[in-house]
């Protein structure tokens, strides 16, 4: 089984992409992204940097796993700048 980094969800010809990574200070992340009405690129990141790694990772992958479509557009459509 493939250790999925990514998922992408579509709905009323909208798209948002979550991925689980590690960013550059070597904290571990969630993100959502898509595009506004006018086009513009919209990213949300979830940092997950309290704690000891081997926890923080752990959150991090749960709630990449715990995220469905639902979740995804309720997050990316409350985010400020969404509706421009």
């Known amino acids: 089984m493939m250790d999925k980094f990514a998922k992408l969800f579509e709905r009323d010809d909208r798209q948002v992409l979550v991925r689980r990574f590690t960013n550059e200070d070597d904290r571990p992340c969630v993100s959502f992204e898509t595009t506004t009405a006018s086009g513009h690129r919209l990213c949300l990141t979830i940092e997950f940097a309290r704690g000891e790694e081997a926890k923080c990772l ?13 979740e995804a557009f309720r997050v990316v459509e409350k985010a400020p700048g969404y509706d421009l």
């Open 58 to 70: 752990a959150q991090r992958d749960q709630a990449f796993e715990n995220c469905g479509e639902d």
